[in-house]
């Protein structure tokens, strides 16, 4: 299986900061590789796909990276309602892996 | 809009079964792969299972494989899950999902359904 990694585990900002997620994988990928956001006891809504292309209906301050086994994912300017946990997930190969995700809290 | 609603969701003992179902709206059914993802509390996310537009393929993560069957009736519009033989690592909220025109990504997401096993 091809595991995920991300870093930091958690992060703290203010509103406006630029924040910087980033994901690894065991092994290259391509760009099958998407991000989600989840905000507690909600579900997780996907960001971005295919590394860098943006979902219907997600503001453009976020944007994505990459490709291989090193990707990014970019909040240009932290909004109040971007403090979430977001998760990496490689759609490479069955079974489709997530990463152990990253806490966006304020600081 | 599209909407999934999961559904069957409960406590049930260590070995018992569950049936969880995921009804559609908004969309065809029967145009996507459909998915099963789970998360334990307090955890991250798991992907259980993908199963093809018409039911010929399907695809499970190794510690549900021989337990947990995915399934489809296009014609009801539903997607379902049946678990057997349930273990307490199998506690988790499970969510149906759609998957992305271009990949193998999750586009929609239901609301989720608890799964408690304990005795």
């Known amino acids: 299986d091809i595991q995920m990694t991300q870093s930091p585990s958690s992060v703290s900002a203010s509103v406006g900061d630029r924040v910087t997620i980033t994901c690894r994988a065991s092994q290259g990928i391509s760009s099958w590789l998407a991000w989600y956001q989840q905000k507690p006891g909600k579900a997780p809504i996907l960001l971005i796909y295919?590394?860098?292309s943006l979902h219907g209906g997600v503001p453009s301050r976020f944007s994505g990276s990459g490709s291989g086994t090193d990707f990014t994912l970019t909040i240009s300017s932290l909004q109040p309602e971007d403090f979430a946990t977001y998760y990496c997930?490689?759609?490479?190969?069955?079974?489709?892996?997530f990463g152990p995700g990253t806490k966006v809290d304020i600081k | 809009e599209v909407q999934l609603v999961e559904s069957g969701g409960g406590l049930v003992q260590p070995g018992g079964s569950l049936r969880l179902s995921c009804a559609a709206s908004g969309i065809t059914l029967s145009a996507y792969w459909m998915t099963w993802v789970r998360q334990a509390p307090e955890k991250g996310l798991e992907w259980v299972a993908n199963?093809?537009?018409?039911?010929?393929?399907?695809y499970y993560v190794d510690s549900v494989k021989g337990r947990f069957t995915i399934s489809r009736d296009n014609a009801k519009n539903s997607l379902y899950l049946q678990m057997n033989s349930l273990r307490a690592e199998d506690t988790a909220v499970y969510y149906c999902?759609?998957?992305?025109?271009?990949?193998?990504?999750?586009?929609?997401w239901g609301q989720g359904t608890l799964v408690t096993v304990s005795s």
């Open positions: 997930q490689q759609a490479n190969s069955f079974p489709f892996t």
């Open positions: 199963i093809k537009q018409d039911g010929s393929e399907k």
């Open positions: 999902g759609r998957r992305g025109a271009s990949g193998d990504w999750v586009a929609n």
């Open positions: 295919a590394a860098s």
